[in-house]
């Protein structure tokens, strides 16, 4: 039989560590976001910046997906991204890796 989640006081459910660590992973993701608008803006102004990587359309199902990582690879891959022209988030590596692995698909770029 599954373990119960604790209640609060109140009667809501607890946040598990784990939910707890999510959350403040995200939280820690912020001020990243905030310096990839910041570099958006600034490539966008830039005369002759030409993105080399497709974009992809998003419809009006897009597909949220949780995934399970090392902790390394995906700690050096978000450390990577901050210094990377084309992908300005995990999602879209992700993206594009599946793309190319599906064969480059040219049905779903926009």
Do not use: C, H
Not at 38 to 52: F, L, N, P, S, V
Not at 71 to 81: H, N, P, Q, S, V
Request: a neutral charge; aromatic letters at 10%; glycine letters at 4%.
């Amino acid at each position: 039989m599954a373990e119960k989640t604790p209640k609060t006081p109140k009667g809501k459910a607890a946040w598990t560590p784990e939910q707890k660590e999510t959350l403040r992973s995200l939280l820690d993701l912020y001020p990243r976001l905030v310096e990839l608008v910041d570099w958006y803006e600034k490539q966008q102004r830039i005369e002759g910046y030409t993105r080399k990587t497709p974009v992809f359309k998003r419809g009006d199902n897009p597909k949220y997906s949780g995934i399970v990582l090392n902790r390394d690879i995906f700690d050096r891959t978000r450390e990577k991204l901050k210094d990377d022209r084309e992908f300005k988030s995990l999602s879209q590596l992700i993206e594009y890796l599946l793309w190319q692995y599906a064969g480059e698909p040219e049905d779903v770029i926009e």
